[in-house]
């Protein structure tokens, strides 16, 4: 007996929504982790189409001690009313164990590091989540030596 094959469902994969592309370029990626967000509803339903921009943004540690992403676009979402949409750039919560908040905050402070968010994507509960990398800047001469690499191997491949 052969079984039909499983749809694949909503909670069967993740889904990418906004990749910020510069990351990468402009910073040396020392460590990555997955932490939420916090939207309302209207961000939600926008992020679901895809309405949203990383390029410019950033995450760092507040005044009250918690983790936020600042600069992200969310586009407002179409179909609802001004008054119940979102601004699109506010600030928004990040959410992060204990441990992990501890360990951002040491490497901020004391190594020096950037936190840049990588990308936004949806888990398998279907959970907005946000890549974020414990990052060091590249200087002007480390690009150019990187893109060297990617053409040599490139036209060597």
Do not use: C
């Not at 390029?55 to 600042?70: F, R, W």
Request: proline share 4%; net charge positive; aromatic share 6%.
């Amino acid at each position: 007996m052969t079984s039909a094959p499983k749809k694949k469902t909503k909670k069967d994969s993740s889904s990418t929504v906004a990749v910020n592309r510069k990351a990468r370029y402009d910073y040396t990626i020392e460590e990555t982790l997955e932490v939420g967000i916090v939207l309302r509803g209207t961000e939600v339903r926008s992020l679901r189409l895809g309405q949203v921009s990383l390029a410019e943004s950033y995450a760092q540690i507040s005044k009250e001690g918690t983790l936020v992403l600042i600069n992200a676009h969310i586009a407002p979402y179409d179909h609802a009313p001004p008054e119940r949409n979102h601004d699109p750039t506010r600030t928004r919560a990040l959410l992060v164990t204990a441990k992990e908040q501890r360990h951002i905050y040491g490497a901020v402070r004391k190594k020096g590091y950037t936190l840049v968010p990588l990308n936004i994507h949806f888990n398998r509960r279907g959970l907005a989540k946000l890549s974020l990398a414990l990052a060091v800047g590249r200087k002007k001469y480390d690009k150019r030596q990187k893109e060297k690499e990617k053409q040599w191997k490139r036209e060597n491949a």
